[in-house]
């Protein structure tokens, strides 16, 4: 490929698109001239040739000038900062901030020797201007007022800092895996407050979930929480139905057809052994339609009709978006013309005559509202400090509601993914589309705005899929490979501090995922602004490449032991990561290689937990007989036991595995970590492999139950009465 000219590389700078990047082995790679074409070309700007970017360079300069304001001003409450205004040179102009509550807080105009600017033939001059320190936290507006014309803009004031919670554990659960006796096949709000009740009664200070975004309302349901059609609203399959109000007053004919679908749903084999959303989905609204038509009391309407005021077009944009996809299908490209456009008249007339469809899809998000507010109540009644933690994945589907409702939004012609690592030479392609910065800015940032206050309506925290993400998105050109992406850079300071506003309004606590490859800046500048970061045992090193010692972990940051991405304690110390590869056959090296190394890296954790004294010296944790029968198992890609999932292992001493999996989380508790996280699976005893990267079907990724130690699936109850759950937690308490 061609390297990009001096001009382009200019253009693409003013974009904010880097022209290259250092690799994980330090070397630098240049992005080319066809990367930075394309990635420029899907933001609208022409630059094809050396021409046509000069040409964008002086269009992007006449633009800045062109307009009074910046489309958007982002500051701390005791930051200071300038403002530029631009107005016709030799004309006087006065700027105010008009506060939320409209106050007037007049700005300070300071000296400005910068020479006009010839546009379109008028001289444009520039004034600065020195912003007041101390304004007040909150969405206000700037007014420049000069010849009788005003021009208005945003202006975001933003924390300095959170305040970073007291110290407290919880449990981290993929909430869909997690069912019981009373829920219908995949688990729900109701099973939220259930395992809510319990982490009260054993002190935990949180529950974090995984993201519970909207997905497509047809089927095949997307499995992964993480690729969601619309990550501000939520997904009705996690409603409990025997807890909407309504549900009381049916008849008792509609009631008894509502329990033998849920009958059905718990018998079907299809649910068994997997977590099936398309056998659930169906069911659950079939109920649901049935408890609609139940007339609400006037108490419950004026409830309805505040909720749906609250969230205004955004959540209208995306119930006509479902009631469409019922009609039509998910892939809102195969719509007739017309109604791929959320403003156009046609689309008026459509909503009009299915205005039933569209007012079903707002009250489910009315009813999903209710009950997380009722658990994030009861978590805070019962003590919990933080309460229900949600989850925000990175980006959305391609092709969903959150792409037709914003069209220019989203970046046209690109996905996000990541360059090439040491575990993925040839990058990685997640197929969603990114936010441009440039129009993030001209909105005022409002749609992250709304993603954010949503999401924090009812929780006390929000954990952020890969942070990073806020400060830059790696973008590949349609029809190029993910190592011919770049990065494109992001306002971190904008991005973020909506973040924190939002987190402040709302009393939340905020944790960034922060793994993997992060500029060494990011984690003191979340640090500083009061989010916390997030450590995993297994990756926290030293120097030479030994455990991090306890008192050396980040303060500021939630540590856990392993992560969604990881298999459970248990199954990551019998190797069942190794073991699934190898029957994928996805191992880039011999498996006895793989093996040889797991085992040394697992040996250097259990020698530290023996020299914080939380193992006996002498502790065993598989003999020399069970290692070699574990690497025939795992060389022959056989499974370990009749009737066993793949994915699971076998233990050959179980009582040792509970030992080792306290003793790994008790080095956490000697760490200075303030939340600590314990993965639900590890007070369970669960084995199997929730999630395997890089894989899609080949592997029932995000559709694995919770499950006991023998790999079978087992019931929220009966985990919860066993003692193993119990014991975890009393080490996580510090007992």
């Not at 929480?225 to 025997?242: A, K």
């Amino acid at each position: 490929m061609a390297a990009p000219s001096p001009s382009l590389q200019q253009l693409a700078s003013d974009y904010g698109i880097a022209t290259g990047y250092y690799n994980t082995s330090g070397q630098y790679i240049d992005a080319s001239a066809e990367t930075l074409v394309a990635v420029l070309a899907s933001m609208g700007v022409e630059a094809g040739t050396p021409g046509a970017a000069d040409a964008a360079i002086r269009a992007r300069q006449d633009a800045i000038w062109a307009r009074i304001l910046p489309p958007s001003v982002v500051m701390r409450t005791s930051q200071e900062r300038t403002v530029a205004v631009h107005v016709p040179a030799g004309h006087a102009v006065e700027l105010t901030v008009v506060l939320e509550g409209g106050d007037l807080v007049p700005a300070e105009q300071v000296e400005n020797w910068e020479p006009p600017r010839e546009v379109e033939g008028v001289p444009i001059g520039e004034a600065t201007f020195q912003m007041p320190t101390g304004l007040p936290l909150g969405y206000h507006r700037l007014r420049a007022d000069w010849d009788g014309k005003s021009a208005w803009s945003t202006m975001i004031v933003t924390p300095d800092t959170l305040e970073l919670p007291e110290r407290t554990w919880g449990p981290m659960v993929q909430l869909y895996s997690v069912r019981s006796r009373d829920s219908w096949g995949l688990g729900d709000l109701g099973d939220l407050r259930t395992l809510v009740d319990w982490c009260a009664e054993q002190q935990a200070g949180y529950v974090l979930t995984n993201p519970m975004h909207a997905a497509e309302p047809t089927v095949p349901q997307e499995a992964s929480p993480y690729l969601p059609t619309s990550r501000r609203f939520s997904h009705p399959v996690y409603l409990r139905i025997e807890d909407v109000p309504e549900f009381g007053q049916l008849s008792e004919e509609r009631a008894a057809h509502v329990a033998e679908l849920r009958r059905q749903v718990q018998q079907d084999p299809a649910t068994h052994d997997r977590i099936d959303r398309d056998t659930v989905w169906p069911a659950k609204m079939e109920a649901l339609y049935l408890i609609h038509e139940v007339r609400r009391s006037p108490e419950r309407q004026a409830a309805y009709k505040r909720y749906r005021a609250e969230q205004e077009a955004g959540l209208v944009h995306f119930a006509r978006w479902m009631a469409l996809a019922e009609t039509y299908g998910a892939d809102w490209r195969l719509w007739d013309p017309p109604l791929r456009d959320v403003h156009s008249p046609e689309l008026d007339v459509w909503a009009a005559r299915h205005v039933a469809a569209v007012e079903f899809h707002i009250w489910l998000q009315w009813l999903l509202d209710e009950q997380m507010a009722n658990v994030q109540d009861a978590a805070i009644a019962a003590g919990m400090p933080i309460g229900v933690m949600g989850d925000l994945a990175v980006g959305v589907n391609e092709y969903g509601a959150e792409t037709w409702a914003n069209p220019d939004l989203y970046a046209r012609g690109v996905t996000v993914g990541a360059p090439p690592d040491p575990y993925n030479m040839l990058g990685q392609n997640w197929s969603q589309p990114p936010m441009r910065p440039d129009v993030l800015a001209a909105t005022g940032y409002a749609p992250l705005r709304a993603l954010v206050g949503t999401l924090l309506r009812h929780s006390g925290g929000l954990r952020v899929d890969h942070i990073m993400g806020l400060f830059r998105l790696w973008w590949i050109p349609e029809g190029m490979a993910p190592t011919e992406g770049t990065y494109v850079y992001y306002d971190h300071e904008a991005m973020v501090g909506v973040l924190t506003l939002e987190a402040h309004r709302a009393g939340a606590v905020v944790v960034g995922e922060d793994l993997g490859t992060v500029e060494p800046y990011v984690r003191d500048y979340l640090r500083d602004r009061g989010v916390l970061g997030t450590s995993i045992l297994w990756w926290e090193k030293n120097h030479d490449d030994r455990p991090l010692e306890p008192q050396w972990y980040r303060e500021a940051c939630m540590a856990s032991v392993t992560t969604h991405d990881l298999p459970p304690t248990a199954g990551y110390l019998e190797m069942a990561h190794v073991q699934l590869r190898q029957e994928l056959g996805v191992l880039t090296r011999p498996v006895l290689d793989v093996l040889a190394d797991e085992e040394r890296e697992q040996a250097k954790f259990l020698d530290a937990c023996r020299a914080q004294g939380l193992l006996p010296h002498d502790f065993v944790l598989f003999t020399e007989a069970d290692r070699l029968a574990r690497q025939v198992r795992i060389e022959q890609g056989v499974a370990s036991e009749a009737g066993v999932p793949s994915g699971a292992v076998v233990p050959s001493d179980d009582a040792a595995i509970r030992t080792a999996v306290q003793a790994l989380y008790g080095y956490l508790v000697r760490s200075r970590a303030r939340l600590l996280n314990v993965a639900l699976t590890d007070m369970v005893g669960d084995r199997r492999i929730q999630n395997q990267p890089g894989t899609s079907w080949e592997h029932p990724n995000w559709r694995v139950p919770l499950s006991g130690p023998d790999g079978r699936p087992v019931l929220l109850e009966d985990a919860l009465a066993g003692d193993r759950a119990a014991e975890l937690a009393a080490v996580l308490r510090g007992e």
